[in-house]
C-alpha cells in the first residue's frame, strides 16, 4: 500500500487544487492519515463504476463494524471523510479500490 500525503486546505482562503494534487491509486490500494477535518478525494477517469472501501478495524459490542464502501460512477468525483473510526494499527486508514486505470486519490485536510 502506498502512503498518501495530506494536501492542506488553509482556512483564510479555503482553496487548494485538490484534483491537481491528485496521484494515481496504487493497485494494492492506499493509506492515509484519519482524524478531524480529514477526506479522501476520489476522481473516477474510467468508462465504469469503481467502488473505493474503506476498512473499519473497530469493534461495538464485540461484532465488527462494517467497512464503508462507496460507489463513484464513471467521470465523477467523491469526497470520503477520514474519521478515527477508520484508524488501524498504524493510524491509517486502509483504502482499496475495485479498479485503478485512471483513478486519482488525494488526502486532504481542512483548517491547516
Do not use: C, K, Q
Not at 31 to 53: M, Q
Not at 66 to 78: L, Q, R
Request: aromatic content about 4%; hydrophobic content about 50%.
Amino acid at each position: 500500500m502506498a502512503n498518501l500525503n495530506l494536501v492542506p486546505v488553509p482556512v483564510a482562503t479555503g482553496i487548494a487544487d485538490v484534483a491537481a494534487a491528485a496521484v494515481a491509486a496504487a493497485g494494492g490500494g492506499d493509506t492515509a492519515p484519519v482524524g478531524p477535518g480529514r477526506f479522501l478525494y476520489v476522481n473516477n477517469g474510467s468508462g465504469g463504476s469503481i467502488t473505493v472501501t474503506v476498512a473499519t478495524p473497530g469493534t461495538v459490542s464485540g461484532l465488527a463494524i462494517a467497512d464503508t464502501a462507496v460507489a463513484i460512477s464513471a467521470g465523477d468525483h467523491a469526497i470520503i471523510p477520514l474519521t478515527n473510526v477508520f484508524r488501524g494499527a498504524n493510524g491509517r486508514a486502509a483504502i482499496t479500490y475495485s479498479g485503478v486505470t485512471t483513478l486519482t486519490v488525494a488526502a486532504f485536510e481542512l483548517g491547516t
